[in-house]
Each structure stands twice: as structure tokens, then as C-alpha cells.
């Protein structure tokens, strides 16, 4: 029976190339079985294609599409016709806690905040936008508005993006990206895909310490 192990590299040939992919857990390829995954944020717009992965046992080959399932990525069997990017809520989206700073980007925005300076910290993050617990002395932010934002990373480098303002409840205001750089959404979603690996692992921790 073939498996593939944690970290072993996968390719999915598509229509438009190869797309090369990590697995983030072993799994056994049986039944209905499906491979949480690291991929490059192009492949998310692929429908599917056909993987094959080098196992113990030899190649594996077989029609496979990535998807998501509950904010993780993951590679199953059969096909699809949605990209993994409009599969749940547009883009592949985890919880990632970024410190924020941003301030007004239209008329709008400037009526209501004026030279406010809003600040807080990233509830989550996907390709496509951000979710923001705001410091309780922030001002409101009207929806529709938009907000230059600079998201700090783990080793201090800025990451800087112009946001539409979707929803705002309570503290917490949901916003999708109206201008940044390919590159900087490429690195946002290596971080998604790092964290996410990080809760996998801690999850299968935890059913081993359960389990012993």
C-alpha cells in the first residue's frame, strides 16, 4: 500500500505545467484519502490535474485537485472544475496574528478617522485580504472605505497594501486587498501554509499524547 511522508515533494502535472507541492503529514494513499499540502499560491488557481508522487512502493499516479477543507489546503482524488482559491470563501485564509498600522486611503475613510492612526493586530490572513482585531481606541471605519495598511512581519520586514473595508463588528474589521504586490501575497500565503503545517503538527502531537 503506497504512503506518502511528511515533507515529501509531489507534482501535479495540469493543464497549464507542473506544479510542485509538499506534503504536511504522512498519509496512507487509500480510500478516500486526501494530503494536507504546501503549494505555491499559483497552483490555487488550477482546477486539477494528474499527481504523481515517488513512494517506498514506486510511483503513484493518479487524477487528483487541490482543495480546501476547514482553512487547510490539501490535495484529494478525482477532479474539480472550482479552483481552490473559490472553493471556500475565495482563497485559502489561516489565522495569523501580524501587527497592523494603517490610516485613511479615501474621502471616506478621511471623514471618519481624519489623521487617525488605526492599529492592531491580524486575525487572519489569505490572499485576498485580512481580518483585524483594532486597539479599543481606534475609531470606527465606515464599510466600503479604503485604508493604506502596513502589516509587520516575523522578522520586521513591512509588507505595505491598500484595503476595502467589507465589514466592520465590534473590534474587528474584515477587509480585502484593492492594491498590493504579487510578491508580498506570496510571502503573506508562505506564512498561511507555515502556520498552518504548525497546527497540523501540533494536532497529530496531540493525538499521539492522547493515544499513549
Not at 511522508?5 to 503529514?25: E, F, I, K, N, Y
Not at 487541490?66 to 485564509?93: F, K, N
Not at 491598500?162 to 474589521?173: E, F, I, N, W
Request: contains cysteine.
Amino acid at each position: 500500500m503506497a504512503t506518502v511522508a511528511m515533507g515529501a515533494r509531489l507534482v501535479l502535472r495540469t493543464a497549464s505545467g507542473a506544479v510542485t507541492l509538499r506534503a504536511l503529514r504522512d498519509v496512507v494513499l487509500a480510500d478516500r484519502w486526501s494530503v494536507p499540502v504546501m503549494a505555491p499560491l499559483r497552483a490555487l488557481q488550477e482546477c486539477d490535474g494528474v499527481v504523481e508522487i515517488t513512494t517506498a512502493t514506486g510511483l503513484f499516479s493518479a487524477p487528483a485537485h487541490l482543495r480546501t477543507e476547514d482553512g487547510i489546503l490539501e490535495l484529494a482524488p478525482g477532479s474539480s472544475q472550482v479552483p481552490a482559491l473559490l472553493q471556500r470563501r475565495d482563497d485559502v485564509r489561516g489565522r495569523l496574528g501580524l501587527p497592523l498600522r494603517a490610516v485613511a486611503a479615501d474621502g471616506a475613510a478621511e471623514r471618519a478617522l481624519g489623521d487617525t492612526i488605526l492599529e492592531g493586530v491580524t486575525i487572519d490572513v489569505s490572499a485576498g485580504g485580512i481580518s483585524v482585531d483594532i486597539h479599543p481606541r481606534s475609531a470606527p471605519t465606515p464599510r466600503g472605505s479604503r485604508l493604506y495598511v502596513e502589516l509587520t512581519l516575523p522578522g520586521g520586514e513591512i509588507v505595505p497594501a491598500v484595503v476595502g473595508v467589507v465589514q466592520l463588528s465590534d473590534r474587528q474589521l474584515h477587509t480585502r486587498f484593492v492594491d498590493v504586490a504579487p510578491a508580498d501575497v506570496e510571502r503573506l500565503a508562505r506564512l498561511v501554509f507555515r502556520a498552518q503545517r504548525e497546527d497540523l503538527e501540533a494536532r497529530a502531537r496531540l493525538r499521539d499524547e492522547i493515544g499513549t
